[in-house]
């Protein structure tokens, strides 16, 4: 199969779903002949021309509450927050107006809104354009939430993402953006609370999002050599969770870590660990741990940064303590 | 601007109903049959109806938390409204919005807001959608003087203008926001003034004259639906009843309500309407016992109605349940 980046498979989706469905515009700040700051919207004006493909001012809010109208007047907007740590000067139009409204209004109000935004830390962008928000929006009824870490998924779940009549957040880390992998080239899709297991194994569940997959990944290569078999096990979406796979995973391996980027205090896995004790409490061999950054804003120094951002390192540990 | 004698009776009419409506909801929230926060509309009936008088049901609006006078005008069933207010399961939200969040999407209405300042976005994306669609639909984003000092004001009306959109932010300046003055918060006297900022047309009106509402809203949407752009109308009106049910107004005079009430919008038009000889003492009898039997029949409706199953809280968060 051939390959492509996790950019060009959400460019990919964008199109391909923009020419099956006239509905469906890109509004944001430099999506236009730009191309969206990371490159996901490149060549999207050239086709779909700037009705379609709108560049706005630096606007937050209006970004997002005139997605709220345009959805709720029968478009499908697909919208773009330049760097997730920007959420805070928009937040009202996300989580009062888009999330709440279908319930406010007793079921009425449809609203097919995706926001694509990128979350993140490793590139030396500092404390306002590294952070990982996605437990805030996991904690808001009415949102989904999609957590892709792979350009196959990214794809699915983008395409799902547009397709589906709730307002979807989904988060791309930015430093996936250049990573390769098989993607093929008609639409498809990937239901939403569905988990993949990326890495079979039998005796330690390591539950990991986007970036923090792959450091999972490598961190079960690292434990295999030491005769110790990870499961990685990756949500893909955070609402709706697949709590079943998770926890069929850990019934098997009795033991279960959780790693994410963003910090741990009133993070995803606390969430995830909670959901485990609760439905499996009896399974488990050792107190499950977390991985994830310390209680602190995101450093800018590359030193520090890396110190902050969960390394291969700490889930091998946090794995052989579990298993200990 | 000639008005015919139908659209002059429609608006009479309806802005009693709204008065009628609204008296009816402060003596039922007075009994505690009202649950929550109500935002009563007495005394600026005239913006809501002098605008919406030139609204087709397909047009859009947003509405703020003092909404219930948006609703009526854009064609609300005062039975589903009455029952949203008691929280019943037949109410328009059946339940789950309550005063500030009774919405219509059959008839454009995008939602009351619990938020000052949630509107001008969501309308300015409405208007967006049917730029996009081609039609001549408008919107209208109701707000107040209050919000108009927010910042989602700001990006709503700048973004409608700067892509031309057919929408129409009507600022209802009651002259506070809760106790706030709009003299102490903001420097200029005229809302309006601020339109200058987005290039965009800005109108002062008398807020309690709803012939002057419906002009300036006339020449508004019909730019609007000419493609012509956005406009901002500022409606200089008064509320008679505290920010909500149970305000102790402290903030304001008696010899300050009292001067606002000898304008009164429907008095003023009422007596106008005779004089014109559109309206007689027998009509308007007639016309107010009519709409007091259906204000006690949307009563009699929601007291009647079921209220919500406990189980019904977990319906409606999604399209399909998560």
Partial sequence: ?324 | MSIDTEKLLWMYTNMLKIRRFEEKVAELFAAGKIPGFVHLYVGEEAVATGVCAHLRKDDYITSTHRGHGHLISKGGDLKLMMAELFGKRTGYCKGKGGSMHIADMDLGILGANGIVGGGPPIATGAALAVRYKGTDQVAVCFLGDGASNQGTFHEGVNLASIWKLPVIFVVENNMYGISFPQTRSMRVQDIADRAAAYGIPGFVVDGNDVIAVYEAAGEAIQRARAGEGPALIECKTYRYRGHFEGDPMVYRTREEEEMWKAKDPISRFEAKLMEMGVLNEAQAREINERILAQVEEAVRFAEESPWPAPEEVLEDVYTVAV
């Fill in chain 1, 1 to 324: 199969m051939r390959t492509l980046t996790f950019a060009q498979a959400l460019n990919e989706a964008l199109k391909q779903e923009m020419r099956r469905d006239p509905m469906i515009y890109v509004a944001g700040e430099d999506v236009g002949v730009y191309g969206g700051i990371f490159g996901v919207t490149a060549g999207l004006p050239q086709e779909f021309g700037e009705d379609r493909v709108r560049d706005t001012p630096i606007t937050e809010s209006a970004i997002i509450g005139s997605a709220v109208g345009a959805a709720a007047a029968g478009l499908r907007p697909v919208v773009e927050l330049m760097f997730i740590d920007f959420i805070g000067v928009a937040l009202d139009q996300l989580y009062n107006q888009a999330a709440k409204m279908k319930y406010m209004f007793g079921g009425k109000a449809r609203l097919p809104i995706v926001l694509r935004t990128t979350c993140g830390a490793g590139m030396c962008a500092a404390a306002q354009h590294s952070q990982s928000l996605e437990a805030w929006m996991m904690h808001v009824p009415g949102l989904k939430v999609a957590v892709p870490s792979t350009p196959y998924d990214a794809k699915g779940l983008l395409i799902t993402a547009i397709r589906d009549d709730n307002p979807v957040v989904f988060i791309e880390h930015k430093l996936l953006y250049g990573l390769e992998g098989e993607v093929p080239e008609e639409p498809y899709t990937i239901p939403f609370g569905q988990a993949d297991v990326k890495r079979e194994g039998t005796d330690v569940t390591v539950v990991a999002t986007m970036a923090m997959v792959h450091k999972a990944l490598a961190a079960a290569e690292e434990l295999a050599k030491e005769g110790i078999s990870v499961e990685v096990v990756d949500p893909r979406t955070l609402t709706p969770l697949d709590v079943e796979t998770i926890v069929n995973s850990v019934k098997k391996t009795r033991r279960l870590v959780v790693v994410h980027e963003a910090v741990k205090q009133g993070g995803v896995g606390g969430e995830i660990v909670a959901s485990v004790v609760e439905e499996a409490f009896d399974y488990l061999d050792a107190p499950p741990k977390r991985v994830a950054a310390p209680f602190t804003p995101v450093p800018f120094s590359p030193v520090l940064e890396q110190a902050f951002i969960p390394s291969v390192e700490k889930i091998v540990a946090a794995a052989k303590e579990v298993v200990a």
